[in-house]
T-cell receptor
């Protein structure tokens, strides 16, 4: 029973490139949440998705960021035209019931 | 979701109990108290949650005051691997839909040998 799988663990992108972060939820989990943790800061909610639907994207930056959770396959957090300020750890969590979300190990994005 | 207040840091000797306090004076009747921790460079880990009764599991105990305005997470025999940032989160547990977690600054617990 694998946990929440995120890949890649580390991602380096040059300014202006696209970053695609993947999250495979635990088996049977239909709720996925993305959080961002900037250096030396706490985790901030970004977006909450259920299969094929975005439920709450109130924490997503207005531009360049998008998320999806297709019927088949992992959830994807996509960052277009990355800038240095996007460098952070991005964590995904999944749950079948609210409140007991299981987190993945995160993707550490470095923009150079 | 109600806001929480935690001390920024605490120290504890290995093998002793670690008692981490949390104030949530504006908690509503339908809000639960959740505790998570984040060991350096890892994803947050769920520890325990409760509504008004004290709770215990294999990791920790949660003591909630009668007026529910504060709580204490107890690690009965702290080990070096318990060194982490501990987050106290208050939120509604919706049964039919998910809800996000609002992380504050947390308490950096350092367990010393």
């Amino acid at each position: 029973n694998a946990g929440v799988m995120q890949n890649p663990r580390h991602l380096v992108r040059r300014r202006g490139q696209e970053a695609r972060l993947r999250c495979s939820p635990m088996k049977g989990h239909s709720h996925v949440y993305w959080y961002r943790q900037l250096p030396e800061e706490g985790l901030k909610f970004m977006v909450y998705l259920q299969k094929e639907n975005i439920i709450d994207e109130s924490g997503m930056p207005k531009e360049r960021f998008s998320a999806e959770f297709p019927k088949e396959g992992p959830s994807i957090l996509r960052i277009q035209q990355v800038v240095r300020g996007d460098s952070a750890a991005y964590f995904c969590a999944s749950s079948s019931l609210p409140g007991q979300g299981t987190f993945g190990s995160g993707t550490r994005l470095t923009v150079v | 979701d109600a806001k929480t207040t935690q001390p920024p840091s605490m120290d504890c000797a290995e093998g002793r109990a670690a008692n981490l306090p949390c104030n949530h004076s504006t908690i509503s009747g339908n809000e639960y108290v959740y505790w998570y921790r984040q060991i350096h460079s890892q994803g947050p880990q769920y520890i325990i949650h409760g509504l008004k009764n004290n709770e215990t599991n294999e990791m920790a105990s949660l003591i909630i005051t009668e007026d529910r305005k504060s709580s204490t997470l107890i690690l009965p025999h702290a080990t070096l691997r318990d060194t982490a940032v501990y987050y106290c989160i208050v939120r509604v547990a919706r049964e039919t839909s998910g809800s996000r977690l609002t992380f504050g600054e947390g308490t950096q617990l350092t367990v010393n040998p």
